[in-house]
């Protein structure tokens, strides 16, 4: 039984609304293929998978699963399928956008159901509390970002209508200065970016979720926070020299919690660091009654 916690003014504590577990850059490669020649990234999801199998385990899985793109490294239908089986069951929606390394119509066909369609797809999920729209900013054959006219026009309009609670706006390509020079050529474009910040400014945008930089990482996109999470498979090294790009193997996640007034991001790592502590709740007991929030 998990009892209230408690806080220093009497408060009640804050209990997010919705978490959502954001992944990224899982790179899937074609059975027998190693990740930069190196890293079975099925591997790497799977040990990020573990801990939040583990977490659901414990009560504090994720309610919804986004995964912000880059879900395979060349596009081969079974690692999609492989994406899809490694994420079943660990929380009650899994939402997909496509990445530069994904092949669009490939992800339409596996991931959308949508065989046939070519052109870019807006999807919108109207949840209770949180609306959630997800853009493709892929160019096909090309590494590097653009919001097309009538993608951002559906946006735009879909957006022209409040939810409750708000939306987040997922793409793949971080709409942020990148941090490495590969990533500064495989940016979003930058009027695209600026079409974009002016497209959210002033809607219910609470916040854009991003991948592709490989590299946790958070800004603002005019008055929007964005939040980037890492890939489950390498990590970009923003002080690598300059010109040079240099990446380490590394897996990890966002943790977003979405609460009515607030949204937290939290980066977990998993990295098999060593457990330092453990307290059960009479552990944490004992600690809060040694600290009286009034000391004599
Ligand atoms: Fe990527
Ligand atoms: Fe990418």
Do not use: W
């Amino acid at each position: 039984m998990t009892t209230a916690a408690r806080t220093p003014d009497g408060e009640p504590a804050e209990v997010p609304d919705l978490v959502i577990a954001h992944l990224s850059d899982t790179h899937l490669t074609s059975t027998g293929v190693r990740y930069n020649g190196l890293i079975d990234p099925q591997l790497a999801l799977l040990d990020v998978a573990a801990a939040l199998r583990a977490a659901k385990a414990d009560g504090r899985g994720p309610d919804i699963i986004v995964v912000s793109g880059d879900l395979t490294d060349s596009g081969d239908p079974a690692a999609y399928r492989r994406l899809q089986a490694a994420l079943d069951g660990i929380a009650p929606q899994v939402i997909y956008a496509t990445g530069n390394h994904d092949v669009r119509a490939v992800f339409h066909a596996e991931m959308l159901g949508a065989a046939g369609r070519t052109d870019p797809m807006l999807q919108v999920f109207r949840l209770p509390g949180l609306r959630i729209v997800v853009l493709d900013s892929t160019v096909v054959g090309a590494g590097h970002g653009v919001l097309t006219p009538h993608h951002l026009a559906e946006l735009t309009a879909e957006l022209g209508t409040p939810h409750p609670g708000g939306s987040i706006v997922v793409l793949h390509h971080a709409p942020l200065a990148p941090v490495s020079p590969l990533l500064t050529y495989f940016a979003l474009d930058r009027a695209s970016r600026r079409a974009l910040a002016a497209a959210l400014d002033g809607t219910d945008t609470r916040m854009v979720l991003a991948g592709h930089h490989h590299l946790a990482g958070f800004g603002l996109l005019g008055r929007i926070p964005v939040a980037v999470a890492p890939s489950t498979a390498i990590r970009t090294d923003p002080l690598a020299p300059p010109g040079h790009e240099r990446t380490f193997r590394s897996a990890g996640f966002n943790l977003v919690n979405v609460y009515r007034e607030d949204i937290t991001v939290s980066v977990v790592p998993v990295d098999g660091a060593q457990e330092v502590f453990h307290l059960d709740q009479d552990g944490c007991a004992a600690v809060i009654d040694a600290h009286p929030v009034d000391p004599i």
